[in-house]
């Protein structure tokens, strides 16, 4: 099975800081990398999907990079709705994993 | 576009519950659906997938006790839970995989979840 690293596994920001949060994977999963947003009693909600690609709807100020086995999400400027979970996953192979979760809080 | 869960609720060890995702919006046959858990305060868990072509994989934890299946008529996909453990309590979500080029396995519809919990 691949392993999928977070980190940190939380963070405090100030509103209109840039925060990165980092994935990395036990082997190489090319670009089968997505990021999730959860918030409180919510469904997750796809973020960013095969490393880079941003999901319609989603705000410009999230973005992600990476390829092989190291993977950034970026927020660039903290808004007070982004307070919430985010999860890596990897779609190279089954069975499907995910990482533990980082939870962002505002200071 | 949605997913809508039902069939969650309290039951005991041992015993057999038996989740529906109702799709609307897009045909579940056509997709790659899937089965995604969450414990209580946890992380993210994938408990079973099945492809547009009827092929099925599970996660090692529930593989011989779940069965994943779909009803094209109805647009409506299951998860038969059997031998149910107090580890399988969590909230279980279904989750569209749009088996694109472009996607790459990311899931970009979730239900809303529904609750299990396994206990005596």
């Known amino acids: 099975d691949i392993q999928m690293t977070q980190s940190p596994s939380s963070l405090s920001a100030s509103l209109g800081d840039s925060v990165t949060i980092t994935c990395r994977a036990s082997?190489?999963?090319?670009?089968?990398l997505h990021w999730y947003q959860q918030k409180p009693g919510k469904a997750p909600n796809l973020l960013i999907y095969?490393?880079?690609s941003l999901q319609p709807g989603i705000p410009s100020r999230f973005s992600g990079s990476g390829s092989g086995i190291d993977f950034t999400l970026t927020i660039s400027t903290v808004q007070p709705e982004d307070i919430a979970t985010y999860f890596c996953?990897?779609?190279?192979?089954?069975?499907?994993?995910f990482g533990q979760g980082t939870r962002l809080e505002i200071k | 576009v949605q997913l809508v869960e039902s069939g969650g609720g309290l039951v005991q060890p041992g015993g057999s519950l038996r989740l529906s995702c109702s799709a609307s919006g897009f045909a579940v046959g056509a997709n790659y659906m899937n089965w995604v858990r969450q414990a209580p305060g946890k992380g993210l868990q994938w408990v079973s997938v099945?492809?547009?072509?009827?092929?099925?994989y599970y996660a090692d934890s529930v593989k011989g006790r779940f069965t994943i299946s779909r009803d094209s008529f109805k647009n409506t996909l299951y998860l038969q839970m059997t031998r149910l453990r107090a580890e399988d309590t969590a909230v279980y979500y279904c989750?569209?995989?749009?088996?694109?080029?472009?996607?790459?396995?990311?899931?970009?519809?979730w239900g809303q979840g529904t609750m299990v919990a396994v206990s005596s």
């Open positions: 099945t492809y547009n072509d009827g092929t099925t």
């Open positions: 095969t490393s880079s």
């Open positions: 989750a569209r995989d749009p088996n694109t080029y472009d996607y790459q396995g990311a899931y970009d519809i």
């Open positions: 082997q190489s999963i090319s670009t089968s």
């Open positions: 996953q990897q779609s190279f192979s089954t069975p499907i994993t």
